[in-house]
């Protein structure tokens, strides 16, 4: 078992805001850019994919149909943020000629780290037995998540993952693969994994994904542990046999990198659409 960082360090390395000091600001603008994208697209608001409390979505359907679908997950170390600060991305997939969901799945205490992974789980089957009335493409469900959300949706597509069907791509943002260092970490203090659920959630150790194209992707203005997480990563699903495309951002750090999702100006963005075949 590698040797773990003294919890100083590790409380650090799992701040990512340690490295991007404009972040508050960051934030603000998902949530200002989200109310935007709703007040100007139509959409279906709180739409109910289970029944749990939280389990609902903000869906944006595509300008003509059947189309594909992003689904998005959003962070916050499984204890902040929430759909209503995710929907920054849908004009620009709109744009293309996709469809847009911002999935909601509750936060931390009330809700557990397994809680949450089948709470993802069962909003990609509710999509993918809705895609006729979605006016989305059955083959078409695409999912992309950051930080904790990349966590929550690797998790779901993992080879254990249920009964879900395989979805046609991922696109994993400065995520978290090996949960054990940070169960040891200030962010486990909300959170409570036991070690029963870094083995059970961990994506590293349930490959390969049930997802047939594959994109890891962080920011340049990382921490040391995120870039450690996405290498053994992309290293541990290419030895699974899949292929997996890695990337690294230059100019963006933790918190911005997903402001560029779908914009085709921007490396990420056209990285995203191309796997898409937008």
């Given at each position: 078992?590698?040797?773990?960082?003294p919890?100083?360090?590790l409380?650090?390395?799992?701040?990512?805001?340690?490295?991007?000091p404009?972040?508050?600001?960051?934030?603000?603008?998902?949530?200002?850019?989200?109310?935007?994208?709703?007040?100007?697209?139509?959409?279906?608001?709180?739409?109910?994919?289970?029944?749990?409390?939280?389990?609902?979505?903000?869906?944006?359907?595509?300008?003509r149909?059947?189309?594909?679908?992003?689904?998005?997950?959003?962070?916050?170390?499984?204890?902040?943020?929430?759909?209503?600060?995710?929907?920054?991305?849908?004009?620009?997939?709109?744009?293309?000629?996709?469809?847009?969901?911002?999935?909601?799945?509750?936060?931390?205490?009330?809700?557990?780290?397994?809680?949450?992974?089948?709470?993802?789980?069962?909003?990609?089957?509710?999509?993918?037995?809705?895609?006729?009335?979605?006016?989305?493409?059955?083959?078409?469900?695409?999912?992309?998540?950051?930080?904790?959300?990349?966590?929550l949706?690797?998790?779901?597509?993992?080879?254990?993952?249920?009964?879900?069907?395989?979805?046609?791509?991922?696109?994993?943002?400065?995520?978290?693969?090996?949960?054990?260092?940070?169960?040891?970490?200030?962010?486990?203090?909300?959170?409570?994994?036991?070690?029963?659920?870094?083995?059970?959630?961990?994506p590293?150790?349930?490959?390969?994904?049930?997802?047939?194209?594959?994109?890891?992707?962080r920011?340049?203005?990382?921490?040391?542990?995120?870039?450690?997480?996405?290498?053994?990563?992309?290293?541990?699903?290419?030895?699974?046999?899949?292929?997996?495309?890695?990337?690294?951002?230059?100019?963006?750090?933790?918190?911005?990198?997903?402001?560029?999702?779908?914009?085709?100006?921007?490396?990420?963005?056209?990285?995203?659409?191309t796997?898409?075949?937008?």
């Open positions: 078992m590698e040797q773990l960082l919890r100083d360090e409380d650090r390395e799992y701040s990512p805001s340690s490295v991007a404009q972040y508050l600001s960051i934030l603000r603008d998902y949530r200002l850019r989200s109310d935007s994208a709703r007040a100007r697209h139509r959409h279906d608001a709180d739409v109910r994919y289970g029944p749990e409390p939280a389990e609902t979505l903000h869906f944006f359907p595509p300008p149909g059947p189309a594909p679908v992003h689904v998005f997950v959003h962070g916050g170390h499984w204890q902040e943020s929430s759909k209503e600060d995710s929907c920054f991305a849908a004009p620009a997939f709109l744009r293309a000629g996709a469809g847009f969901v911002a999935l909601g799945y509750g936060l931390a205490p009330q809700r557990t780290l397994g809680d949450m992974v089948r709470s993802v789980r069962r909003g990609i089957r509710w999509i993918a037995d809705h895609a006729d009335q979605l006016g989305i493409r059955q083959d078409g469900v695409y999912l992309g998540g950051s930080s904790a959300g990349a966590h949706v690797a998790a779901a597509v993992a080879s254990d993952g249920g009964d879900i069907p395989p979805v046609a791509g991922i696109t994993l943002l400065s995520g978290v693969y090996d949960l054990e260092p940070v169960r040891h970490s200030y962010v486990n203090d909300l959170v409570g994994m036991t070690p029963a659920d870094v083995r059970a959630y961990s590293l150790r349930h490959l390969p994904l049930r997802a047939a194209r594959i994109l890891v992707a920011a340049a203005a990382e921490t040391g542990e995120y870039g450690r997480q996405q290498t053994d990563f992309v290293r541990a699903v290419r030895r699974a046999g899949q292929q997996c495309d890695a990337r690294i951002f230059p100019h963006r750090n933790h918190f911005d990198l997903p402001l560029d999702l779908a914009d085709p100006a921007t490396p990420l963005g056209h990285a995203v659409l796997q898409m075949h937008l």
